[in-house]
Structures are given as C-alpha cells and as structure tokens.
T-cell receptor
C-alpha cells in the first residue's frame, strides 16, 4: 500500500454532468499529478500541482481543472462530461516531483453514459 | 514530443520461462526511465528506475537495461511465475518535462502454471 488514497473508487455519470475526484497524498509529499488511463492504453498526463500551484499540463481541454490544498491533498474536476472521459483516473504524489519517490493511488474508475 | 512504444502488446508464457519486454522511445533526452507494474483494476507499482547516466538496474529476478543512443529499454524477468501476470508499463521522463511521465501502452503478460 502506497499511502495515496483516491475517492470515489467507482462512479457513473451521464453526459454533460460534472465530476470531482479526490486524492490524498503520501505523507510529506508536496507534489501531485493526475493521469487519465483509457481502457487498453497507458496513462496520459493531465496536470501537476506543486505547493498549490499548477506547474505542468498535458493536452487536455480547460474543462479539466484541479486544485491542491494546503495539506497537499488534491481534486480533479471535469465539467461537461463526454463519453470519451470514461477512464481510470490516477493520482500520483511525490516530493518535489522526484520520480524516484513517486507513488500512485489505485485510481477512480469513471463511466460516462 | 516523446513517443513511447512497447512490443509486444501481449505475451503468454509457461511458468519458468524468461520474459523479455521491449520498449522504445523517440526522444533520447530523457531524465530517467521506469518500469511499472499494473494489476487489473489497480494502480501502478514502480519496479525499476534507471537514471539517464545508468545502463541497467536489477532487483531480484528483474533486470532493466537502457540504451539512450538507440532509444531502447528492455525488461527481463527471469524464471517467470504466475504471480508475474500483470501489465508492464515503460515510462520516461524527458529533461524538459520534470514530473511529467510519458507512458507506453503496456505489455500484458500472462504466466500459465
């Protein structure tokens, strides 16, 4: 167990709705990144937060947004859900983005109908 | 933009055989390369991390090599066991994208008893 926890583990939404996914980082980690993993594919980088500021973003539209809180927990918000947003959303935490100290949560499985 | 490709996409071997998983990447300016394991419906577990200055890393039955000049990494798993059944992901971090991981699509491995 990595110490990174995500909630909810599974959820179902309909097109056009909004969703909020949550991530609690490993203790002492100040950096969190979010990834989208569609079925049968590798994870795709969405964005990264370092000390409450976004400091890197992948090729995702603005309807994907995030927050990092003073305790370094994080949220991923997706507005105007589309069918293609159905995926496993993974959160990873690290200290200062160090890949040698990167721990993933087990993910939130989102299904959009 | 870094492209990471893994071949084969799926592999089935009898228990005891050695596994060879291949990964290629297009941008040799990598900071590091990692191999992760993903069990069905689960998050990711880091197996081996090779820094840019290294040529290989070993952990138990696992050995990973890195050849930046040819843009290749290989993961060897000796004497495979049914518990090795999982999807293995090759992941790079380039020098211009600290904290942002580029994933391959993975190789799904099944080890039959």
């Amino acid at each position: 167990e990595t110490g990174v926890t995500q909630s909810p583990t599974h959820l179902i939404k309909t097109r056009g709705q909004q969703v909020t996914l949550r991530c609690s980082s490993q203790s002492g980690h100040n950096t969190v990144s979010w990834y989208q993993q569609a079925l049968g594919q590798g994870p795709q980088f969405i964005f990264q937060y370092y000390r409450e500021e976004e400091n890197g973003r992948g090729n995702f539209p603005p309807r994907f947004s995030g927050l990092q809180f003073p305790n370094y927990s994080s949220e991923l918000n997706v507005n105007a859900l589309e069918l293609d947003d159905s995926a496993l959303y993974l959160c990873a935490s690290s200290q200062n983005g160090d890949p040698g100290e990167l721990f993933f949560g087990e993910g939130s499985r989102l299904t959009v109908l | 933009k870094q492209e990471v490709t893994q071949i084969p996409a799926a592999l089935s071997v009898p228990e005891g055989e050695n596994l060879v998983l291949n990964c290629s990447f297009t941008d040799s300016a990598i900071y590091n390369l990692q191999w992760f394991r993903q069990d069905p419906g689960k998050g990711l577990t880091s197996l081996l991390l090779i820094q840019s200055s290294q040529r290989e890393q070993t952990s138990g039955r696992l050995n990973a090599s890195l050849d930046k000049s040819s843009g290749r990494s290989t993961l060897y798993i000796a004497a495979s066991q049914p518990g090795d059944s999982a999807t293995y992901l090759c992941v790079s971090m380039t020098t211009d994208s600290w904290g942002k991981l580029q994933f391959g699509a993975g190789t799904q491995v099944v080890v039959t008893p």
